[in-house]
């Protein structure tokens, strides 16, 4: 999901 | 993951090494601003707490952790190890100004009202303000170590990578975040002059000093 999506970039 | 976003994730850990050996060689920090460095470390701490409750890649788990080690060590040398040779006087942006807009902002404008997301999105607000300290001490001295502006050449070259990426992932994965995107364009857009100064002056041998 877009949501976890963002949390995968540093 | 993509070209532009492992590119980028490289700068951001280039410009943070680079800025630790410049300070660790010479056994100085004159001319950075531990204001911005105390700004990037709580980006850090803010962003990552979800290092304790997810888990994406070793990849990312292990960036994240490189990442708050370079920013807290790199609070340590100018406040602890080196601080005597801190230019406490001409760094003298107040925090405040940032601060507290940000947090407003981050309670105001995020995702989801919980605490990791709005934490997440003070985060991402921080980041894009975090280097005014630094360039603010840069136009007060009128100049910088050739050093430190490959330093802010790094960090600025990650910020625009990750434009560059964002765009990708809408072209291929149809996905964006908008608080993330934004907060991007406005960070690169601060670093904009500073790349004209550095491909006009220090590319060319000289130090960057302003008129």
Not at chain 2, 14 to 22: E, G, P, S, T, W
Not at chain 2, 28 to 36: E, L, P, Q, R
Not at chain 2, 81 to 105: A, M
Request: charged share 15%; glycine share 4%.
């Amino acid at each position: 999901s877009p949501k976890e999506s963002k949390h995968d970039e540093l | 993951m993509n070209i532009f976003r492992i590119l980028g994730d490289v700068s951001h850990l280039l410009a943070m090494i680079i800025l630790l050996v410049k300070i660790w060689r010479s056994k100085s920090c004159a001319g950075i601003s531990g204001k911005s460095q105390v700004l990037f470390a709580i980006v850090f701490t803010s962003r990552y707490l979800d290092l304790f409750t997810n888990f994406f890649s070793i990849y990312n788990t292990v960036m994240k952790f490189v990442f708050l080690m370079c920013a807290y060590i790199t609070v340590y040398l100018i406040y602890g190890k080196f601080r005597k040779t801190f230019d406490n006087e001409n760094d003298s942006f107040r925090l405040e100004f940032l601060l507290i807009p940000v947090t407003g902002l981050s309670f105001l404008e995020n995702q989801s009202f919980t605490p990791l997301e709005i934490l997440w999105t003070f985060s991402i607000y921080l980041e894009s303000v975090a280097i005014l300290p630094q360039l603010f001490m840069i136009s007060k001295t009128g100049e910088a170590e050739t050093i430190t502006t490959h330093y802010l050449f790094f960090l600025g070259l990650y910020h625009a990578l990750y434009l560059a990426n964002w765009i990708w992932r809408y072209q291929t994965e149809n996905y964006y975040d908008q608080i993330a995107v934004v907060s991007g364009v406005v960070q690169t857009i601060f670093y904009c002059d500073f790349f004209y100064l550095y491909v006009t002056k220090v590319l060319k041998g000289k130090k960057l000093s302003l008129p």
